[in-house]
């Protein structure tokens, strides 16, 4: 019988409260988060406007996993690499709390109101090309960091507003900072935006039983 489950994730708040989130779901269970610094959490200069991720955000949690340091790890689902490393699978997808993207903007400005030539920041080359497919005449530029950094770099001024996901503001308690929620008609929800993946290896039939149950819960 599981006593208690080694539970790895990165490193950052957001991070964090999404184990929290798990958690909470499986009281009966005891879950030891064990942080894991990612490629993706140690380069904050790399621009991810150009790329595909991969498994930047994931390979070193994956590796944990393939070897045994960890029993299950807990995503951002869209952080998952389309073919994950053999081996592995997920046990558990959540319902998302919630698909939408927002505008921060200390101005108060929407993303129709903000003046041209006004500085929209991001990390997503889907949210990049949103936005100027509505306004052309905005500049938009990268940001890498957790929330509280990208949050800090606003608050400096080093752009005029930023673009984000909903469920992250929530998770960490942040709605206040929300200027606009962004209709899905100017840009479109990732469809795993949200939600949380539950990951395993395949021996594991044990850990599939367990989590499961989480399936769009």
Do not use: W
Request: charged share 30%; net charge neutral; glycine share 6%.
């Amino acid at each position: 019988m599981i006593k208690s489950i080694r539970v790895g994730t990165r490193s950052s708040k957001l991070a964090l409260k999404q184990v929290d989130e798990i958690r909470s779901r499986m009281p009966h269970l005891r879950m030891d988060t064990i942080p894991i610094e990612t490629r993706g959490d140690k380069d904050k200069l790399t621009s991810l406007l150009g790329r595909e991720m991969g498994d930047f955000f994931t390979r070193e949690i994956e590796e944990a996993l393939v070897v045994g340091d960890i029993d299950i790890a807990v995503h951002s689902a869209k952080d998952l690499e389309e073919i994950m490393p053999e081996g592995l699978m997920i046990a558990a997808l959540t319902r998302s709390i919630s698909p939408f993207e927002c505008l921060v903007s200390n101005a108060g400005h929407s993303l129709k109101s903000l003046p041209s030539g006004s500085r929209v920041a991001t990390s997503s080359r889907r949210r990049k090309d949103a936005i100027l497919r509505v306004r052309p005449d905005l500049i938009v530029t990268d940001v890498r960091g957790d929330i509280d950094e990208r949050l800090a770099k606003l608050d400096n001024g080093d752009f005029d507003s930023l673009v984000v996901a909903h469920a992250a503001l929530i998770r960490l308690g942040y709605e206040k900072r929300i200027r606009e929620m962004i209709p899905s008609e100017i840009m479109e929800p990732h469809p795993l935006q949200g939600r949380l993946a539950v990951q395993i290896r395949r021996d594991r039939a044990d850990l599939f039983e367990i989590f499961r149950g989480l399936n769009d819960a």
